[in-house]
């Protein structure tokens, strides 16, 4: 059975960086879009970036300029560069590989996720 896990959360000081992992076995990841996702406390799901398959990327506005994702297709590995972070970037960091075509859902799991804390 696949396994998908998240790591590299951690606490850090306003200003400071973090690189988040996503690392998923199965043999279809280099077919998977991938999602990261965060929940700050008392917050909303957020959908904080993708990269498609053939590595297109895509930002929520809050984290543009300050936050790479980038995907290693040999390593099976999905990262998160957050660079400059901010109180507001604190929260459960969740990695969710997906595929839908034409709107229909093939494939969508999800990670257990990384704790990302931010002090001033």
């Known amino acids: 059975q696949a396994q998908l896990a998240e790591s590299g959360g951690g606490s850090v000081q306003a200003g400071e960086s973090l690189t988040l992992t996503c690392t998923y076995s199965g043999i279809v990841f280099p077919s998977l879009d991938f999602n990261w996702y965060r929940q700050g406390p008392g917050n909303e799901r957020e959908l904080v970036a993708v990269?498609?398959?053939?590595?297109?990327?895509n930002y929520a506005d809050s984290v543009k300029g300050r936050f790479t994702i980038s995907r290693d297709n040999a390593e099976n590995t999905v990262f998160l560069q957050m660079d400059s972070l901010k109180l507001e970037d604190a929260g459960v960091y969740h990695c969710?590989?997906?595929?839908?075509?034409?709107?229909?859902?093939?494939?969508?799991?999800w990670g257990q996720g990384t704790v990302v804390t931010v002090s001033s």
């Open positions: 969710n590989p997906h595929k839908a075509v034409r709107g229909i859902t093939y494939f969508n799991e």
């Open positions: 990269i498609t398959s053939d590595g297109t990327v």
